[in-house]
């Protein structure tokens, strides 16, 4: 199954668009693509999720180019609370294991004033 | 609040102790996930429940075994506990029960082993 890298961190300012890149070379046919934040000592909450192309939703954008062995959240003009991690996930609605449920350590997104 | 419960909030114990830290999924979820945040290794998925089956799992010690009741709540059991197990300890619930499938993470116990 599919292995997905992430930097490990990133840091940016209020009012800008922060881009995270994630890797996932051998991801399958069957396969999406899962973004989740987390705050210190929470849950990771579900941000979007996508096959191809482009996902949108009010928070947060996703692109998938047609290879699908990248993907890229995109979060616009974000704010001091968007200082979070930000996990990526690969995996299926029909398959079963481990793989899909590694979250990693995540990219560690700071944003300053 | 995701709709998931999960108690105690907090836990402290002794090295060598057992003990058991509860789920309580989303009314209608039939998966239960259970994972481990310590500081130094990230969130690891332990394993999965699927309507009262194990569906996956993951980096689980032998030590912790886990089991899905027929009303659907989970119950994750850590037996001769050792310093290195502290840590927060998430259960996560979703409706089917694919790898993809959207989660939905309670607020956590946090262990503590002294």
């Known amino acids: 199954l599919a292995k997905t890298t992430q930097p490990i961190s990133m840091d940016s300012y209020e009012g800008q668009e922060v881009n995270i890149t994630c890797s996932h070379n051998?991801?399958?046919?069957?396969?999406?693509i899962t973004w989740y934040q987390q705050f210190p000592s929470q849950g990771p909450r579900f941000i979007i999720q996508?096959?191809?192309t482009k996902v949108t939703n009010e928070v947060a954008s996703l692109f998938i180019p047609a290879d699908r062995k990248s993907s890229t959240l995109s979060l616009p003009r974000v704010s001091l609370s968007d200082t979070a991690v930000y996990y990526c996930?690969?995996?299926?609605?029909?398959?079963?294991?481990?793989?899909?449920?590694?979250f990693g350590k995540g990219t560690h997104l700071i944003i300053q004033p | 609040d995701s709709g998931v419960t999960q108690t105690p909030k907090h836990l402290i114990t002794a090295t060598g102790q057992r003990v058991t830290l509860r789920c309580s999924p989303r009314?209608?979820?039939?998966?239960v996930y259970w994972y481990q945040q310590s500081l130094d290794q990230g969130l690891q998925f332990l394993i999965q429940?699927?309507?009262?089956?194990?569906?996956a799992k993951g980096n689980i010690l032998e030590r912790f075994s886990a089991q899905q009741f027929p009303d659907l709540h989970s119950e994750l059991n850590l037996s001769s506990l050792e310093l290195g197990d502290s840590a927060l300890y998430f259960c996560?619930?979703?409706?089917?029960?694919?790898?993809?499938?959207?989660?939905?993470f309670g607020p956590g116990t946090r262990l503590t082993v002294l």
């Open positions: 009314s209608g979820d039939l998966s």
């Open positions: 996930l690969v995996g299926s609605y029909s398959g079963g294991g481990a793989d899909g449920l590694t």
């Open positions: 429940y699927y309507n009262g089956e194990e569906r």
């Open positions: 051998n991801i399958a046919t069957n396969d999406y």
């Open positions: 996508g096959y191809k």
């Open positions: 996560a619930s979703s409706p089917r029960q694919g790898d993809t499938d959207t989660q939905y």
